[in-house]
């Protein structure tokens, strides 16, 4: 009922950056989506939170990337963005988008490859 299009991952060097995106389409009205945001895995390693963002703007960011990333929605085109900055080499995983809609479950992308060579 959702498909969400991921794009941007990439390889990059430690203290560099990154932009993903995330556009979001669904078959079914929902009357917008609540939250959006991205969530990552590295090798070995549960699936964490990275930054969401809600209709309204607010956000949430992990500890790690505090001060070093930016999430941005753009609702018109249902689009979630993720600014990477001074990346390192443990912000190396598989990043997934969420999309949650009004009274829906979660919708996950396939997910980015994000790998960062010292």
């Known amino acids: 009922q959702v498909q969400l299009a991921e794009s941007g991952g990439g390889l990059v060097q430690a203290g560099g950056s990154l932009r993903l995106s995330c556009a979001a389409s669904?078959?079914?009205?929902?009357?917008?989506?609540?939250?959006m945001g991205w969530y990552r895995q590295a090798p070995g390693k549960q699936r964490e939170l990275v930054a969401t963002i809600t209709n309204g703007g607010r956000t949430n960011y992990a500890d790690s990337v505090k001060g070093r990333s930016t999430i941005s929605r753009d609702n018109a085109k249902i689009t979630v963005y993720l600014q990477m900055n001074s990346l390192k080499p443990e912000d190396t995983g598989v990043y997934y988008c969420l999309a949650r809609p009004y009274g829906s479950d979660n919708y996950w992308g396939q997910g980015t490859q994000v790998t960062v060579s010292s």
């Open positions: 669904s078959s079914k009205s929902f009357g917008g989506f609540y939250i």
